[in-house]
């Protein structure tokens, strides 16, 4: 489990996050979401530590994360994965180096073992017969699919992806979003994803938290969504006017039923 | 003011570059790739500069010593002189600082502006270090070698050129080149490179690594970073210099 108590975060004066709290909790996956420039990535790296905040706790169960002297912090970070928005592989690494190196850099494995453990995740993420490419040689979907295996190489607790499925067709998104959900599931991991994909939201919102204005303005599950009277949030999930007469027609429905 | 605010992230950038390395092993590795990719690299415009600048050095000194009351050997002793002292440490560090310089600042600067650096930290990485620090080793050590290879090479090109185009007898240069060699100046020289090594990449590597935006941001901070670190080793040079010789 994760919980933020009372996020503050600005850039040179700049108001970005306002008073943010939430828990997020194990082995499911929990959405940030909310419109470009709202403050999502800003918000998953101050969970991460990647930002310093200006005032407010991040706990990782019960160890209070941001205030953790940098050793410590170090351990925990063992226990973290993250899935960046451009996938930020290393480019000098192939993709089989690219998964390796924590276990290089923060275990005790024999050469074999590491080998296996990559070969295991690759295969995990789908990824079959492209261990010696280069990142520059790989798709966008490709990218996201090795930084997934990247992120999981340690056996994380914690996984923070940030947009996993932007630049993606709409049917990669889904096939990742699954990949996500699934692992989380699998390993009982707590799963932070930002997105501002609604099919994101409606396949694997088990928990949502919608920012707005650089405050959290709502949050619920996808279910609730569809019930949900909160004008901003509305807007923002049924931006197309085809969605907000759907979404119209499911409300009078509910009234009529009611 | 920027000057001293600039000084101090530098510090606390090398603060952070030299605290707590991850595991040796992996550093071992990654200092000699970048031998290869930074020293290695540049064995052949090290080469080539130094034998242009070994030619026309004494090709300069033969026409200023024109006069009969100087003996011609000391256009060999002068030549030598030059090129080891200032030309192999100084001159060789200025391109370097082009070359190697803009090489490291780019590719830092492009892994911040990617979340490679972020990545790295999330993996609980000390980023700083495991980026700059193998950089800074490698080139501190291999550098040196590029020095003496361009005093060499230096020597030899003003050999080539007595020899072309006769401008003083071929015995005179040799007999001054062999005049008074003062293994210290040699020793002086090689400290100044390595001090111009580090130097060169640490400046290089701090402008990488506080690189953001986008790619216009890294292709100004790979400029920056060659002129800051040029104007670095011109005021060391004096520095050093001064400490070691006067
Ligand atoms: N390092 C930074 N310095 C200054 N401003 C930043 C920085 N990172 C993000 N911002 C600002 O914070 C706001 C939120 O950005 P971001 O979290 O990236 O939005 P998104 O929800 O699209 O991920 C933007 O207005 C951006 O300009
Ligand atoms: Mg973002």
Redesign the interface.
Known sequence: MIRAEHIFKSFEGRMILDDISSTFDTGKTNLIIGQSGSGKTVLLKSLVGLHEVDSGEVFFDDVCFNRLPFMEKKAIRQHVGMIFQGGALLDSSTVFQNVRLPLDLFTRMSKAEKNKRVAFCLDRVNIVGSNDLFPSELSGGMIKRVAIARAIVMNPEYLFCDEPNSGLDPKTSVVIDNLIREITEEYNITTVINTHDMNSVMEIGEKIVFIHQGKKWWEGTRYNVLDSNNKELNDFVFASSTAKQAKARITEQGQSLR | MKFFEFSGNYLLLLRKVFS?P??FR?YRKRIMAEMDHLGYTSVGIVALISIFMGAVVTLQMALNFESPFIPKYLIGYATRETVFLEFSSTVVALILAGKVGSNIASEIG??RI???I??L?????NSASYLILPKIVSSVVFFPFLAILSMFVGVLGGYAMTWLTEIFPLEDYVTGLRTELKLFNIAYALIKTSVFAFLITSIAGFYGYYAKGNSLEVGKASTNAVVASCVAILVFDLILTKLMLV
């Open positions: 707590r991850e595991k992996i492009t892994m990617t979340d490679q972020d990545a930290e999330v993996m609980g990485i």
